[in-house]
């Protein structure tokens, strides 16, 4: 078990939707980074938060967006789904923001787009 | 921009040593990670090499060069649990961000 808890496990849902996956970091880290994987694919980043802010952006799309709440816990925010969409979406926290140390990754969300 | 390449599938025997290969291409370096992942679940810490040389932890150790942009995993004595992928990921330094590669998808045969 990394510490890192992601909500929910499974999601299945239509082309269209919106959904919000949700991540609560291991105890005492302020960074938390989102990744896509899709099937036979590397891990793509998508966005990072430290205690609260934005910090780096990958190639994340328009239809997408995250926050970082007071908490600490992070929710990304998928809207307009396409049938692409449809991977398994990995949180990650570290202690620092930048990301030089090990990085814990939840369990993933697996979402599939119908 | 970001470029990395490590192969695609290796297969190796229980008990033996294998060594995946990762060459790497980045605007920026600050060290290389490598991650084990087993399919369908997270991504696992295995090392974070920043200065030239051999680091050993246990059965793995990873190997990195900056000069020539190479890294390696060395896998001793393999088990059956081994089988998984190993994800490659130069880190740039600062905020950016961790690349990761497609990754190496090995398999322990008995």
């Known amino acids: 078990d990394s510490g890192v808890t992601q909500t929910p496990k499974h999601l299945i849902t239509a082309t269209g939707q919106r959904v919000t996956l949700r991540c609560s970091p291991r105890?005492?880290?302020?960074?938390v980074y989102w990744y896509q994987q899709s099937l036979d694919q590397g891990l793509q980043f998508l966005i990072q938060?430290?205690?609260?802010?934005?910090?780096a952006k990958g190639n994340i799309l328009e239809r997408f967006s995250a926050q970082q709440f007071p908490d600490l816990h992070s929710e990304l925010n998928l809207s307009s789904l396409e049938l692409g969409d449809s991977a398994l979406y990995f949180c990650?926290?570290?202690?620092?923001?930048?990301?030089?140390?090990?990085?814990?990754f939840g369990q993933g969300t697996r979402l599939t787009v119908v | 921009g970001q470029n990395i390449d490590q192969p695609t599938e290796m297969t190796a025997t229980e008990g033996a040593i294998v060594q995946i290969n990762c060459t790497y291409q980045?605007?920026?370096?600050?060290?290389l990670f490598w991650y084990q992942q087993h399919a369908g679940e997270a991504p696992t810490f295995l090392s974070y090499?920043?200065?030239?040389g051999l680091e050993e932890k246990g059965r793995f150790s990873s190997f990195l060069s900056r000069s020539k942009g190479y890294s390696y995993l060395l896998l001793k004595e393999l088990q059956m649990k081994d089988s998984a992928s190993y994800l490659c990921?130069?880190?740039?330094?600062?905020?950016?961000?961790?690349?990761f590669g497609t990754g190496t998808k090995l398999q322990v045969i008995p």
């Open positions: 980045t605007s920026g370096f600050n060290g």
């Open positions: 990650a926290s570290s202690v620092s923001a930048p990301m030089n140390t090990e990085a814990f």
């Open positions: 990921a130069p880190y740039s330094g600062g905020y950016q961000k961790v690349t």
């Open positions: 090499n920043v200065l030239d």
């Open positions: 105890s005492g880290d302020l960074s």
């Open positions: 938060y430290y205690n609260g802010e934005e910090r």
